[in-house]
């Protein structure tokens, strides 16, 4: 479905996965739907993030190849720019990186990783 480089199960939420600059973008995304480069950067300036909007290009191409991002030419004013949109949803996201954590667990520590949902689902039935 989507790619990620490493797993930091220190972080919180999608970072994760994805580094901070990258959650930063896919929440805006997800928010969004589609937008370009130049909106992302105008949001996140507005937010007072200091990020330069060459590296926010790179970084939604990134996003693009990792296949969290769709993207398609379009030519207007200013020349020829990209349209981002969201491949993957919130809820996709959230679902396959539990599934692929579990299943690396479950890969490597099975016994452990079986105790371990046991004692926690029981706290919470």
């Given at each position: 479905?989507?790619?990620?480089?490493?797993?930091?199960?220190?972080?919180?939420?999608?970072?994760?996965?994805?580094?901070?600059?990258?959650?930063?973008?896919?929440?805006?995304m997800?928010?969004?739907?589609?937008?370009?480069?130049?909106?992302?950067?105008?949001i996140?300036?507005?937010?007072?993030?200091?990020?330069?909007?060459s590296?926010?290009?790179?970084?939604?191409?990134?996003?693009?190849?990792?296949?969290?991002l769709?993207?398609?030419?379009?030519?207007?004013?200013?020349?020829?720019?990209?349209?981002?949109?969201?491949?993957?949803?919130?809820?996709?996201?959230?679902?396959?990186?539990?599934?692929?954590?579990?299943r690396?667990?479950?890969?490597?520590?099975?016994?452990?990783?079986?105790?371990?949902?046991?004692?926690?689902?029981?706290?919470?039935?």
């Amino acid at each position: 479905m989507f790619r990620w480089h490493e797993f930091r199960p220190d972080e919180k939420g999608i970072e994760m996965v994805l580094s901070p600059l990258e959650s930063e973008i896919m929440q805006i995304m997800w928010d969004e739907k589609t937008s370009v480069a130049r909106d992302i950067y105008e949001i996140m300036k507005k937010k007072e993030k200091k990020t330069r909007r060459s590296t926010i290009s790179i970084m939604m191409n990134r996003l693009r190849e990792r296949g969290l991002l769709e993207r398609q030419p379009e030519t207007g004013k200013g020349g020829e720019r990209y349209v981002y949109t969201v491949r993957v949803s919130r809820e996709e996201f959230s679902h396959a990186v539990v599934d692929r954590v579990m299943r690396s667990l479950m890969e490597t520590f099975e016994d452990a990783t079986l105790r371990y949902v046991r004692n926690h689902l029981s706290d919470r039935i």
